[in-house]
């Protein structure tokens, strides 16, 4: 299965979420279609950045768990990306769908 690059994926969402923004949406079946299977690719990346995270975490040479946390942290700012970004586009996917069922 081929994964669509993390920065592709955030592109598109973005266009989407502007789109939905300015209200210049055609077909709103289309835009959830393409924002729910962005939004699984970038669950994807998340997934693959907490490996990395907890590879850095645990191989870290910081004594308290804290340290470790913000090291690791620092180490893959992608999975706080994926994250936030995930959370945001599940709102609009849901502003989407509520949309939907009004027409």
């Known amino acids: 299965m081929s994964i669509t690059p993390l920065e592709e994926v955030l ?3 973005s266009e989407i979420v502007v789109i939905w923004n300015n209200g210049q ?3 709103l079946f ?7 299977s962005n939004m699984f690719f970038l669950a994807h990346h998340q997934v693959e950045a907490k490996k990395e995270w907890m590879f850095k975490y645990y191989n870290c040479n910081e004594g308290s768990n804290a340290a470790r946390e913000k090291w690791a942290d620092m180490q893959v700012p992608e999975l706080y ?3 936030k970004i995930y959370d945001a586009a599940k ?3 849901i502003s989407i769908q509520n ?3 009004l027409n």
């Open 25 to 27: 949406y055609k077909d």
């Open 91 to 93: 709102g609009v996917s």
């Open 81 to 83: 990306q994926c994250r």
């Open 11 to 13: 592109e598109k969402i």
């Open 99 to 101: 949309e939907l069922k």
């Open 30 to 36: 289309e835009m959830n279609r393409q924002l729910s």
